[in-house]
């Protein structure tokens, strides 16, 4: 990104000085906003996201072409506000600012106003985040952007507190109207800029001998030997990083470095288990820890997260016969047949972080689902219950969650399950045996499952999400073979059935990106649904024996090559159809999800070797040669995309 940031700089930085300045000024005032028609617009969308803001004074255009010759022929710049159903920030903005009627009417009178599920458009996200991230140093969502008319990015940012939104609304209004050309000018140059910089080819290396060792070293420089992970907070999962520091330690088992990554891993996955990040009542894990120590989650839930980290444990019990691995594996995979499963087949995306505190009431907090205060424990636990509990979990009457982890307050004198103290500790402190304690225990955690059965679930978001189901499929198969559990094998086919018949087109070999309560969604499939689905389907065919998922994989690979392939190695993240998304971008960085770069290389030589395709392989070896080159200018970053093309070159 520093390279974007600089590619930008000397255009996005120039182009928006004077609108950022505006930023912080004071607001003017507004009308009451008149009746909108959003609620008819966004009512009957796929996006759960878009339904939740069906009834905002703000008069929302979804994505499209309607939105876009309203800005046309209104000569309107465009203000588009990016989200996701379970998003914490995106529910406190959409109170705040989309349900004021004096905001609205700024918007409404002054702005095209465009809401976006970034889960149904990944592509058009990338290209305005890449913009954020690049003028303002970070990003994140909601993602707030106004564009021109052509969907050239002007400013934006990420949450605003109303006060400033609505003064940036008037500023940039008032901007728009006695610096149009500027603006448009200067805007188009900020594309131009994101364009040249996409297209550009990042620098090789031939410094590196060992690329292996160096990403071991890469990841040890960073690595919490205290808590587990890599820096400090926030910590996510990251899946990939773990993954390629298990194919490293497969590769050098018997090296003193090969048996450092495996210490890394398995210490990471330890520390998540104990903490907050994981559900110790309902199983799986939250989306990602606010301090170093895992304790206090972002609640919410996503099957992308799920589904690697069922891969991960599964292979590093596989490696390690640590049995506490494979009781996190399974508790993974239940938590998703059980919560996240469609009747059809398929897996639901995700649980938010807020819920209702009481049924009946609007009152809502993030993680109110989850966390317990002392009394609520001792009202459903007898007193050897309660006593195991709190000395498992470090629960205490003022909370165990610190002040500085709950800025708005929601979880004061709120306790997170997060263990404290193994069993041998709590039986040493009570008096007793392990045993008794381990009785105690399950006990516990039995009565206090039904007792949150009791309260208001989480939204679910319960929207299909190709990719997703992909890496969760891939998931499952590798929990069934290292567990020899048939039920997980089962629940992946009837995914991956599921997805072929709801989200397939066999005639023209086209994938779709989500189905959400009997209706397919119109947008096409992006590169990550393509490859992440073909793994799953490899990897389902490995565990039931099945050939007519090779064969699938094959067609879904196939249609990858000829619609995505870059000239200059690799794959596009679009297939370059939509004149909406104005720069095709390739992902070679590992985040929240994996590289479709790596995937794709990985599993199309996994298919090759299967099918011993030989001029396929020697297409493959030469984007393996590329993309390695790419790789090794940040291994920690590209993480999956080094581990395939070494895998490739072995």
């Known amino acids: 990104m520093g390279n974007l940031a600089g590619a930008v700089q000397s255009v996005g930085r120039r ?95 002054h702005f095209i106003a465009i809401k976006l599920d970034r889960e149904q458009r990944p592509d058009v996200d990338a290209v305005y985040m890449r ?49 149009r050309a500027d603006i448009t000018a200067q805007a188009k140059q900020v ?28 990841f040890a420089a960073t690595f919490d030997a205290e808590e587990g992970g890599f820096g ?24 003193p470095e090969g048996q450092r990554a495996l210490t890394m891993v398995l210490a990471t996955l330890r520390a998540m288990a104990r903490g907050g990040i994981h559900d110790h009542l309902g199983g799986g894990f939250h989306r990602y820890s606010v301090d170093a120590q895992w304790r206090v989650p972002h609640f919410e839930k996503m099957l992308y997260d799920q589904g690697q980290l069922a891969a991960t444990y599964a292979e590093a019990y596989r490696l390690s016969g640590d049995a506490d691995l494979a009781r996190i594996l399974r508790d993974i995979c239940d938590y998703v047949l059980r919560d996240l499963q469609e009747p059809a087949g398929g897996f639901h995306a995700a649980e938010d972080a807020d819920s209702l505190l009481r049924h009946g009431d609007p009152a809502h907090a993030e993680g109110a689902w989850y966390v317990w205060t002392e009394a609520q424990l001792a009202d459903v636990l007898d007193a050897a219950e309660h006593a195991v509990i709190r000395h498992r979990f470090g629960t205490s009457d003022s909370g165990n969650i610190a002040v500085d982890l709950d800025p708005h307050g929601e979880l004061r004198e709120r306790n997170v399950l997060a263990q404290a103290e193994d069993l041998a500790a709590t039986a040493a402190a009570l008096g007793r045996t392990p045993d008794e304690v381990a009785g105690l225990l399950t006990r516990a955690v039995a009565k206090l499952v039904i007792a949150r059965d009791q309260r208001p679930r989480p939204h679910r978001d319960d929207k299909i999400i190709t990719a997703w189901n992909g890496l969760m499929i891939t998931g499952l198969c590798r929990a069934a073979g290292v567990l020899d559990e048939p ?35 119109p947008t096409p499939g992006m590169a990550a649904d393509y490859v992440f689905l073909a793994r799953g389907l490899l990897d389902l065919a490995a565990v039931t024996g099945e050939t007519r998922w090779l064969v699938w994989a094959r067609a879904l690979l196939q249609r990858l090559d000829d619609d995505f392939r870059d000239p200059a190695g690799g794959w596009f993240e679009t297939d370059g159809h939509d004149a909406s998304v104005l720069v095709r971008l390739r992902e070679d960085y590992d985040g929240a999800e994996p590289a479709a770069t790596g995937v794709a290389l990985a599993s199309g030589w996994r298919l090759a070797e299967i099918l011993q395709d030989e001029a396929w392989q020697e ?6 040669r590329i993309l390695g080159n790419r790789a090794l200018t940040a291994p920690t970053a590209m993480p999956g995309l080094l581990t395939a093309t070494l895998a490739v070159a072995a």
Request: glycine content about 8%; charged content about 20%.
């Open 131 to 179: 913009f954020i991230q690049a003028t303002t140093g970070r990003g994140g969502w909601p993602m707030s952007v106004w564009l021109t008319p052509d969907l050239e990015p002007i400013v934006g940012g990420t949450y605003f507190p109303p006060q400033q939104f609505q003064g940036a609304l008037q500023q940039i209004a008032d901007l728009w109207h006695t610096r």
């Open 619 to 624: 297409r493959l070896k030469t984007d393996a």
């Open 15 to 109: 182009a928006c000085r004077v609108v950022l300045a505006c930023l912080v000024l004071a607001v003017g005032t507004a009308a009451d906003a008149p009746p909108g028609v959003s609620a008819r617009r966004l009512a009957h969308s796929t996006s759960p996201y878009l339904q939740q803001h069906a009834d905002n004074p703000v008069d929302w255009y979804e994505w499209g072409d309607e939105a876009f010759r309203a800005a046309r022929d209104q000569g309107k710049p465009i203000f588009l506000s990016v989200g996701y159903s379970t998003c914490h920030w995106c529910h406190v903005m959409g109170r705040e600012s989309f349900s004021d009627p004096a905001i609205a009417a700024v918007l409404n009178q």
């Open 191 to 218: 594309i131009e800029a994101l364009r040249a910089q996409a297209a550009r080819e990042p620098a090789g290396t031939t410094a590196v001998t060992d690329a292996t060792g160096h990403l071991i070293s890469g």
């Open 487 to 521: 039920r997980y094998a089962s629940a992946a086919r009837a995914a991956a059935v599921f997805l072929h018949e709801q989200l397939y087109d066999p005639t023209t070999r086209t994938l779709y990106r989500t189905w959400r309560g009997g209706q397919r969604d």
């Open 232 to 255: 400090g907070a926030p910590k996510f999962p990251r899946p990939a990083a773990l993954d390629a520091l298990l194919a490293a330690h497969r590769q050098r088992a018997d090296s």
